[in-house]
Structures are given as structure tokens and as C-alpha cells.
């Protein structure tokens, strides 16, 4: 055994992580990420799918994104460093450590594209090469002097950006970037140019009273800084601000329709100021969110979430806001407004939309994330039943619902076992393992389904073939015990044990549970509590039947009672009650008849777990008034021979029974014959001083060469090697026994305790408080070869066994990102063959110490974190969604084909027929994007203008001919220059359409030599004419080709949005992807 062949390293992870400090949504995939302090990212899907990505660098993240039906997650920590994560690999693709402080972050959705704000004040854009797995940087970048000069602002100096928000209903072409001095200003991607500019100079505030907020009509405002900022419409005609001061102002930004329709002029008054509180001295609005009503007119009212804008001292709530605008801005109205109280300090929310929704659809949850690491979450559709300012927080909130539920009420005590995985019980446990894995979700609300079903399930995970390999059982405060099946990587929950019996009143039966033990061999579980009761249940009952007896042992008294069974898959089939202290260790012999248990009081009681009897108490030795830390029951050969130090070979072959070692808090050592309970020495073993134990093992010594030191040269915990001496080989064909305190680490040969030599094989001091051990077995071998240590400083530490040298040493700061907790090591477990399940708060990890084993299958055994059945679908759901809204504008006229003629030329041409299949809707917003981002702005095009040969008018071909396309129309440009540009434009279509002759005059009559010139066929009518007649067929045949097309494409989409629908609608049916 050597340190190559020891890898810690994390094999599964539950549970929302203690340092969590902010989220992000996937509403497609409905998976769920969230960031921590310490550079971890937790993914939370359904079916109890999670998954942790752990950064190689341990910084907070502040920003973080999904791709939204990519596959990807980015994350920004605070290094500046840029990370993209894979899903479905669990790794990082790439990383790029970016110069200066990044202040703003956001994914334009449905591209690889990304804008990013530093503290420069400076614009730029990044892409996500998907295919190399690297992220780039693009030419486009705005600086602020740029920006603010075309706004028409003074540039003061580099300020840095605080917000950057991508403007709904444009198709990515418009981008509100936000200064910190409180400068907000709207671009457009495509035109390089300003739409409009809010912030700078003095605005007029306007609004009437709100109920509970104040409203304000002060002409004078001065530079304020902006924190927070969110839109507050779907179409991003309203955009509500945050201040550090307090304050909240929604501004009125001009839509695609607002230009066309409204005097722009107007728009820059429409401003409302909201005020949370009339203190003087208030807390910034941190955060702002938004979410539509969901009526029809979603577009003049919704809520708006705030958190801060509150004065200074008062409680920390987070407000909900019920607006409504529809008589227009400046008559904005708040319907309700309701505080929820927080419980803990606040780190992030997320509005969650409905199960299935689209873009902008209205928000069916919300998830409150507080410290430490704590997740909440409300039903939004509650809040409407508030009208009033009082907190409604009771009805409304409801806990995150972990897969291993760690708080309210708090684990006490854990078991982590493995099971061998033969025999008809065991049949019988894997039956029942799978019916509860395939078993649909449940709606988290009455009327609302749970919104995170993301991921899918391995196959593993669905064959039924596979038993139960592992058990992960947890005790609770409140006196339950919940089993969770740990085969894969994500646990499912098999049983919930409440502690009580049906028609049965027990005396102090809801109790914490402070002992669990588990036999693999008959698949029995006891349950010790902190009242002195123990019960028995079979986990396995192949013959389930209505009426079950139950034995109740009190003393040497019994009962049997017949119960009622409510069709559990687990039968209680004893209680026994025979302290009142509380219980403390608990060990089934190896057959799993004998049940060995031990008190606070120091009393041990060993039962019958076949006949549900007492077999014998071992109390009133003056040694056993500490309480038991650990017990060992164990079948020892040629026990006689060891009593009465005679050889072993001497006695005969069926010379054997079993021994129970009984280990107490001080240290000291009893062993007893586990028949009868005579106590085979009566001195205990003891070390010289007092020492707090910790645990005790038996551990075959058949393959082992001892030596020995004396109690006057113990082993120091910096030596390389024990100081050792021969034995007889005699000797080493005993077991040996191993004890563990925090300070030391004692070995002795079984034999001499036995025989009530005190002195030890060998011991190791300790260099540091030791808290909690484990032997360590490989597979199939039933001999330990190292034993691992935890420490009171989180450090782990694996020593080769019975040499006890130092093989590994790690912590679990660099594994987990954990900090050790004082109660870590009571919840700590572990399976015989280097499996370790640990607690931390909310978290669960399971971590392995064996280099080369894969007992969990993976990664075979993951679940996917990307569905790609539900990417296609959504992908053509939301390209249906796009050609349905360009079917449903206006077709062009004779006088749109003609200008579209002139625009194009025969550029439409050589489109057509190199493409029959156009792109779609996506893609061509992703290559427009490009387009635009490929150069830094200001720049000029190469293909700016068109030729005078691409200008030509082509009566007679069919390139002036588009079926079914909308009319071009070019981006908006700045409010300033935005008549100039409409005059210039007509301008030049008619200079286009005329041919260069004045607009205010008549038309002149061309000659038919003119006309002949002017389609070269020099004064031959019958070419012409057959020319004509050429392209009138040519243009039949491509009309007709185009029609095909069509019909064929929309074919197409019909059946992708058929197909989209009937996912929606299984899904919102709870059933799970890998059923379709």
C-alpha cells in the first residue's frame, strides 16, 4: 500500500452549499445554478439530480449566466477571470483572465455572444467558440468617451459600467448600458448610434401619491449613482432604477413602436419617482426584478420586487410591489405592497417562470437565497391574495426541498453502509429501490409544478436489474429516520420512519435518535434514542400482510401487540425499553442475531434480535461509569486457549465464541463473553493517563508481523518508524485490537487483552486532536490497510495499517471548499471500502479515498445535465414562434418589391438559388451579430454601398420579385438625427426610383429607343420580347420552386411546434423526459 494508490476526491454532493452567494436560471433546461463564496457552482435539476463544478481557484463568483439551451454556464469570479463551464462533461472548457475589474456581465440568449463592462467604463464583446472550446475576444468595443460623445454628454473621466441590459422586442440590436454616475444610455448594435440618453441633465418628476410610496414632483435632481436596474415591461419600454441614495425612478424608454408612433420628446418626461421609505437616511436598492401580471396587457403593470430602499436600521425584508400604469406612466398606481421578512442576511433571488413558458412569461416562483447558504421559495400567485401592508409570509413560503434534508429538525446521527448484493432479501430491497426511484415528482404548490425538472437520469439509475448497493441512513431531532438508496450518484429516498406505532402510546417515543446501526446480513436497522428505547425494523418484508405483531420489552417483561399495517415496506418487530438513559453505541453481531447496546449510564445490554429478548446486561463494574463511545461484537477462535495462555494449538478446532469489547469515554476497555456476559478479565485496560476515546476495532492480525513497545517507550507521532521488537509466530495468528482517542492511537494484540495484559503492540501520539476514524478495506477483502484520521483543524490524514506510517494528507478546505465544524464528526460515516459521507450544513459529500475503484459506476452512472430532446425542441418551438410572427406582417406591395429591387439587385438572385433552404430565424441573428461585432464601431463597411451595375432596375427579370418578405427596414438611429435620416432616406429612393430626376416636377415620357437602350437589345423587338418571355418562365419555375419550399418548411415547423407542445404538455403532466 502506497500513496499512488490513494486519490481523495468527491464522488457526490447534495445540498445547497454553505458560503452560497448568488443564482442563475436555465427556464429551458430547468436546471438551476448557484455561485458560492469559495468557487464552487452547484446544478440542481429534478429527480434529485445535482452536481457540483469546483474552480480551480477558490474566489467568489459575481457574476453568473447560463447559456440558455446551450450546455454551458459562465461564471466571473472575483479575479476577473471569465470560466466556461460545460454541462455535460462537468468540466471547465476554457477560462480568460480579463486586464481590468469587471463591473457588468450579461449573455445576449440564444448566441455565444456575451457584453462585459469594466471599471473603464469600456463596452466589449465576447463569443464562446463552442465547437474549440475557447472564448473570444471580438473587435467590438465602446469606450465611454465614445458613447457619452455621441450621446452629446461631458466626458468627465473613465466611469465604470454597473449595468448592461439587453432591450427586449429588438432582436438583439439595442443594448442599455448604465454608468455609475448615473448616465444610462440606450445604443444601437447595428447603426453605431444613440437611440437615447437618460441621466444627465435635470428631468421632470412626475406621478400622483401611491398608497404607501411616495411620490415627488422635484425639477431639480442632481448626479445620482446608480445600484440596481431592471426592466420593467416586455417590451423594454420601462426601465426601473435603483440609487445608492434609495430612491427608485422608472424611466420611460422608447420601443420600435414608441418611434414611430409618440413624439420622442415626450418620452423623456415620463419619469416616476418611487420612495420605499421617507427617512432621510435610507439603505441602497440592491436589487431589482420584474415580473408581468400575465393579463393580457402585460405591458402596464406588474411586480416589482426590491430589496432595500428601506431607511437605515429598520428590519431587513425584501418589498413586493403590485403596479399598474395603464392610464400611463405618470399616473402609475401601487395596488399592494407587502414586506416579506428574511431569515438570515440576503445574498440573491431569481423569479422562476412557469413550467413551459416562453419569453416574458410571467413568474410562477420565486427563489430567496439568505445566509448561510439557506433557499426558500414562494408561490408568486399567493402574493395577489395580499392586499394589505402586512407580512403574509406564512402562507407563502415554503423550504427548498433538499434531497437530504438536513435542518428543521437537525440530523443527529448518520450510518453509511454497503450492502452485498445477493440473496432474496436483498432481491426484494432492490424492488422496492426502483419502484421509488421511477415514481413522478411532486407539485411543490397546489396549483403550481415544480419548476426545476432539468436533467436526465442515467441509465443506471432506470435499469432494474441493478440492486442496492448502498445505504445512506440519517437520524433526525424530532425522533424520524430517513433512508435514502446511495447506489448513484444521485440518492433517492426509500423509507421515512416516524418512530412511533400505530395504535400504540410509548412514553418518550418522539425523542432525537442517537444511535443507528444496521445488519447487511439480515437487513434489520436498530434506532436508539436519547430516552433509552431501541427499535428493531425489517427493511425487507417479502410477505407484506395487513396485521403485524410487535414485541415490546421492558426489563425482563414482554408484550406482544398486533398492528395495523398501512402498507409500508418496513415492519417495526421490536421495541425494547431498558434505560432510561440515553443510548450512545450500538453493534450487531456478524450474523446479525446479536444486538449489542450501550448507555450514557456506562450499562451495556446485549438483545436477541431473532427471539426479541434481553440476553444479558453488563453493569455495575466500576470501569463502565463513563458513557460507551464504541462497541465490537466479534467471533474469536481458540478463545479458551487465549484465557488460559496456553497454546493454540493444544485446544481444539471448534474452540470459538463471540467477544464483545466494550470501549467507554475515558478510554477504558472491558471484554466479555458475548453469551453470557462473563467478563473475561476483570481489570479493565486502561491507559496511563485519561484520554477521550473515540472508536474501537478488531482487526484480523493473521497477515501481520507486530512488534512491540513497552508503556515506557511509546511511539511519537513525528517518527518515521515504530520502535519495534520479535514475537513469537505464534502470536501473530491472533486478531489484533485497535484503539483511537484524540491524542493517541493505541495497538494491541487480542490475546493479551484478553488475558488482561495492559501493555500495547504499538502507539502513536498524535501531533494534533484527532476527532473521528474509520478503517479503510479494499473490495472483496475482508483485512484493513489503512486507517484515516480526522482531525479538529478539517485536516485528513491516511495512515498505512497496523504501521501506522503517514501515507496521504489533505483537508477539507482543498477537497470541499468546507470549514471544519465542531459537530462535523457526529454526523461523519463510512463504508468499509474508503467510501466517507460527511455533513455540512445543508450539504451532504460523499468522498472516496481509493485511487483506481469506481464502486459509484462513474461517470456512467451521472445524470445528464443538458437534454438535448428538450434543446431540439425548444430550438424549434422558438424558430416556429419567429416565422409565425414574420407570416403575420404586412407582404409587400408592387411599389416594397420595386424599392426592394433597387436595394438588392440581383443580389436576391444569386441568394435564392445558392440557398433553397434559408436560415433560420436563430442562426441569422446570430450571423447579423456577427456581422456587427466582427469590427469596432465607427468603422466603415466594405460593402457600405452598392455598385450602380446592383442599383439597376430590372423591370423585365424576376429580381425584383420577393414572395412573402417583409419589408427591409433599416435600424433605428438616434432620436437627434432620426427625421435627417428618415428625409435622407426617401430621398434617395426616389433619386433610385426616378433615376435621378427631380421629385417636383412630372415625369418625363421616355422614347421607345430610350427604353430599348436602356435593356441593351438594340432597337430588336422580337428579342426583347423573347428575352421577356425567357424570364417570365425562369421566374414560373423558381415561384413555383419557392412554393414548394415553403410549404415544406412550414410543414416542418408545424410538426416542430407539434412536437414542442406535446413535450410541454407531458412535461407539465410531471412526467420525465426519458419516458418519450
Known amino acids: 500500500m502506497g500513496a499512488v494508490d490513494l486519490d481523495l476526491h468527491v464522488l457526490v454532493h447534495h ?19 448557484i455561485g458560492t463564496l469559495d468557487g464552487r457552482i452547484k446544478i440542481i435539476g429534478g429527480d434529485n439530480i445535482e452536481a457540483l463544478l469546483i474552480s480551480p481557484q477558490k474566489l467568489p463568483y459575481k457574476f453568473l449566466e447560463f447559456l440558455h439551451n446551450q450546455g454551458f454556464i459562465i461564471g466571473v469570479s472575483n479575479g476577473n477571470e471569465i470560466q466556461v463551464w460545460d454541462l455535460e462533461n462537468r468540466c471547465l472548457t476554457c477560462s480568460l483572465q480579463w486586464e481590468s475589474n469587471i463591473t457588468a456581465f450579461c449573455v445576449i440568449q440564444g448566441t455565444y455572444f456575451m457584453y462585459l463592462g469594466d471599471e473603464n467604463g469600456s463596452l466589449s464583446v465576447l463569443k464562446l467558440d463552442a465547437e474549440k472550446g475557447t472564448l473570444l475576444t471580438l473587435p467590438y468595443q465602446l469606450t465611454i468617451s465614445s458613447a457619452k460623445e455621441a450621446a452629446g454628454v461631458p466626458f468627465s473621466g473613465n466611469i465604470s459600467i454597473v449595468g448592461i441590459l439587453q432591450q427586449p422586442s429588438t432582436s438583439g440590436d439595442r443594448v442599455l448600458i448604465a454608468y455609475e454616475d448615473g448616465v444610462m444610455i440606450l445604443w444601437d448594435i447595428s447603426e453605431n ?47 426601473a432604477v435603483g440609487y445608492v441614495d434609495g430612491d427608485i425612478l422608472l424611466w420611460r424608454i422608447p420601443s420600435e413602436t414608441h418611434l414611430r408612433n409618440q413624439d420622442t420628446r415626450q418620452l423623456s418626461n415620463n419619469i416616476v419617482k418611487l420612495e420605499l421609505s421617507s427617512g432621510e437616511r435610507r439603505l441602497p436598492v440592491i436589487v431589482l426584478q420584474f415580473s408581468t401580471d400575465g393579463t393580457s396587457n402585460n405591458d402596464h403593470g406588474g411586480r416589482l420586487f426590491v430589496y432595500g430602499g428601506d ?41 422562476v417562470p412557469k413550467l413551459g413558458g416562453m419569453e416574458n412569461t410571467p413568474a410562477a416562483a420565486m427563489f430567496l437565497l439568505t445566509n448561510p447558504g439557506q433557499l426558500r421559495v414562494y408561490d408568486i400567485a399567493s402574493f395577489s391574495d395580499s392586499t394589505s401592508q402586512k407580512t403574509k409570509s406564512e402562507v407563502i413560503l415554503n423550504k427548498f426541498p433538499l434531497t437530504i434534508p438536513t435542518a428543521d429538525p437537525s440530523i443527529t446521527v448518520t450510518k453509511f453502509c454497503t450492502l452485498c448484493n445477493s440473496g432474496d432479501r436483498n432481491k426484494v430491497l432492490s424492488k422496492n429501490g426502483y419502484d421509488k426511484r421511477i415514481k413522478e415528482t411532486y407539485s411543490f404548490f397546489e ?30 431531532q424530532d425522533g424520524a429516520v430517513r433512508i435514502w438508496d446511495a447506489t448513484h450518484p444521485n440518492f433517492s429516498l426509500l423509507y421515512v420512519i416516524f418512530g412511533k406505532i400505530n395504535g400504540v402510546e ?6 432525537p435518535v442517537s444511535a443507528l446501526e444496521f445488519s447487511t446480513t439480515t ?34 417483561r414482554g408484550e406482544v401487540h398486533t398492528i395495523h399495517q398501512e402498507n409500508e415496506d418496513f415492519h417495526c418487530t421490536a421495541v425494547f425499553s431498558i434505560s432510561n438513559s440515553a443510548v450512545k453505541a450500538m453493534h450487531f453481531s456478524e450474523s446479525g442475531a446479536k444486538l449489542a447496546v450501550g448507555f450514557k449510564s456506562g450499562q451495556v445490554t446485549v438483545l436477541d434480535s431473532k427471539s426479541m429478548t434481553v440476553l444479558f446486561h453488563v453493569d455495575n463494574v466500576p470501569a463502565l461509569e463513563s458513557p460507551i463511545v464504541s462497541l465490537k461484537m466479534g467471533v474469536m477462535h481458540n478463545v479458551n486457549a487465549a484465557i488460559d495462555g496456553s497454546s493454540a494449538s493444544s485446544q481444539g478446532s471448534g474452540d470459538s465464541a463471540d467477544v464483545l469489547f466494550i470501549l467507554t469515554r475515558n478510554s477504558h476497555v472491558i471484554v466479555t463473553d458475548g453469551v453470557g456476559g462473563k467478563i473475561l478479565y476483570p481489570n479493565a485496560i486502561h491507559p496511563p493517563k485519561d484520554s477521550t476515546a473515540i472508536s474501537i476495532y478488531v482487526a484480523d492480525g493473521s497477515h501481520f508481523s507486530f512488534g512491540v513497545a513497552s508503556e515506557n517507550h511509546p511511539l511519537e507521532g513525528n517518527r518515521t518508524s515504530p520502535v519495534t521488537c520479535d514475537l513469537s509466530k505464534e502470536a501473530s495468528l491472533h486478531p489484533v485490537l485497535l484503539i483511537c482517542c484524540e491524542d493517541a492511537i493505541q495497538l494491541f494484540q487480542l490475546k493479551s487483552v484478553i488475558q488482561g495484559l495492559s501493555f500495547h503492540t504499538k502507539e502513536l501520539i498524535l501531533p494534533k486532536p484527532c476527532c473521528w476514524t474509520s478503517l479503510i478495506k479494499r473490495k472483496d477483502e475482508k483485512e484493513a490497510f489503512a486507517l484515516l484520521l480526522l482531525y479538529q483543524n478539517g485536516v485528513f490524514e491516511i495512515r498505512s495499517f497496523p504501521n501506522l506510517e503517514v501515507l496521504e494528507e489533505d483537508s477539507l478546505s482543498s477537497i470541499l471548499r468546507w470549514s471544519f465544524k465542531a459537530n462535523m464528526a457526529k454526523t461523519a460515516s463510512s463504508c468499509d471500502q474508503g467510501q466517507i459521507a460527511l455533513l455540512n450544513g445543508s450539504e451532504l459529500a460523499v468522498i472516496s479515498i481509493l485511487a483506481g475503484t469506481n464502486d459509484f459506476r462513474i461517470p456512467e452512472s451521472y445524470p445528464g445535465l443538458h437534454d438535448k430532446v428538450l434543446a431540439a425542441a425548444a430550438n424549434a418551438a422558438a424558430n416556429q414562434s419567429l416565422f409565425q410572427k414574420r407570416r403575420a406582417g404586412s407582404a409587400p406591395g408592387i411599389l416594397g418589391g420595386l424599392l426592394e429591387g433597387l436595394k438588392r439587385g440581383k443580389a436576391a438572385e444569386e441568394r435564392v438559388t445558392s440557398s433553397e433552404a434559408g436560415p433560420s430565424p436563430q442562426s441569422s441573428l446570430t450571423q447579423r451579430l456577427e456581422n456587427s461585432f466582427s469590427k469596432a464601431p465607427f468603422s466603415t463597411s466594405p460593402s457600405a454601398s452598392l455598385s450602380d451595375e446592383q442599383l439597376e432596375l430590372s423591370i423585365g427579370t424576376s429580381d425584383d420579385i420577393i414572395i412573402d418578405e417583409d419589408l427591409p427596414t433599416a435600424s433605428t438611429p438616434s ?3 432620426q427625421t435627417d435620416w428618415k428625409e435622407k432616406t426617401e430621398d434617395r429612393e426616389r433619386e433610385q426610383l426616378f433615376q435621378g430626376a427631380k421629385t417636383d416636377v412630372k415625369p418625363r415620357l421616355r422614347t421607345p429607343e430610350e427604353i430599348l437602350a436602356q435593356y441593351k437589345f438594340g432597337g430588336d423587338a422580337a428579342a426583347a420580347a423573347a428575352h421577356a418571355k425567357d424570364k417570365l418562365a425562369q421566374r414560373q419555375e423558381k415561384l413555383q420552386r419557392t412554393k414548394e419550399r415553403t410549404e415544406e418548411l412550414q410543414n416542418e415547423a408545424e410538426n416542430f411546434a407539434s412536437m414542442a407542445h406535446e413535450l410541454a404538455r407531458r412535461m407539465e403532466g410531471k412526467k420525465k423526459w426519458w419516458k418519450l
Open 15 to 33: 445540498g445547497i452549499p454553505y458560503t452560497a452567494s448568488t443564482m442563475a436560471l436555465d427556464p429551458v433546461q430547468c436546471l438551476l445554478a
Open 193 to 239: 448610434c444613440v437611440v437615447v440618453v437618460h441621466g444627465h441633465t435635470d428631468f421632470l418628476l412626475k406621478g400622483e401619491e401611491l398608497s404607501s410610496i411616495q411620490s415627488t414632483s422635484d425639477s431639480a435632481m442632481v448626479t445620482k449613482e446608480i445600484c440596481s436596474l431592471c426592466w420593467a415591461s416586455s417590451t423594454g419600454s420601462l426601465l
Open 311 to 351: 431607511e437605515i436600521g429598520s428590519e431587513e425584508v425584501l418589498t413586493v410591489l403590485n403596479l399598474d400604469w395603464s392610464a400611463g406612466i405618470d399616473k402609475v398606481k401601487c395596488i399592494s405592497r407587502m414586506d416579506i421578512p428574511l431569515c438570515g442576511s440576503f445574498a440573491h433571488m431569481i423569479l
Open 447 to 476: 396549483n403550481v409544478k415544480w419548476p426545476l425538472t432539468g436533467g436526465v437520469p442515467s441509465g443506471l439509475w432506470l435499469d432494474k436489474d441493478i440492486g442496492v448497493d448502498r445505504l445512506y441512513m440519517a437520524g433526525y
Open 506 to 511: 410509548l412514553k418518550n417515543e418522539i425523542s
Open 523 to 556: 437487513l434489520c436497522l436498530a434506532v436508539g434514542n436519547d430516552c433509552g428505547l431501541v427499535f428493531l425494523y425489517d427493511l425487507c418484508m417479502s410477505n407484506i400482510s395487513e396485521k403485524l405483531d410487535v414485541h415490546f420489552v421492558g426489563g425482563t
Open 975 to 977: 432620436l437627434v438625427h
